[in-house]
């Protein structure tokens, strides 16, 4: 199983920055996309930011500016910074891998428990 280890989250005021980092572990794994998606309450789980391994990278329309995705594929590790919070931005944000299984010859998708980002003042 390949795990997943989210953290960074937080309290934060309105205007503010937060970096939440995802650190991927397991044995004969190739990851091929990392990324982030968030689900507050009431709503459906949605896209944030996610980087392809060639580092390409796409984000939702309501973070474009705002956010921004990088990875370090030698720690198997994606970040998300992200500045000018809003009080919209709270949520649970949850790191995601799409990832090949050399143990099961299966490609799966992998997600992180999840970290609460709360932004107020």
């Known amino acids: 199983q390949l795990q997943l280890v989210e953290t960074g989250g937080g309290l934060v005021q309105p205007g503010g920055s937060l970096r939440l980092s995802c650190e991927a572990s397991?044995?004969?794994?190739?990851?091929?996309?990392m990324g982030w998606f968030r689900q507050a309450p009431g709503k459906q789980r949605e896209l944030v930011a996610v980087?392809?391994?060639?580092?390409?990278?796409n984000y939702g329309d309501s973070v474009k500016g705002r956010f921004t995705i990088f990875k370090d594929s030698v720690k198997n590790a994606v970040y998300l910074q992200m500045n000018s919070l809003k009080s919209e931005d709270t949520a649970v944000y949850y790191c995601?891998?799409?990832?090949?299984?050399?143990?099961?010859?299966?490609?799966?998708?992998?997600w992180g428990q999840g970290t609460q980002v709360t932004v107020s003042s």
């Open positions: 995601k891998a799409d990832a090949w299984d050399a143990n099961t010859y299966t490609r799966n998708d992998y």
């Open positions: 397991g044995r004969r794994f190739s990851i091929n996309s």
């Open positions: 980087v392809t391994p060639s580092g390409g990278t």
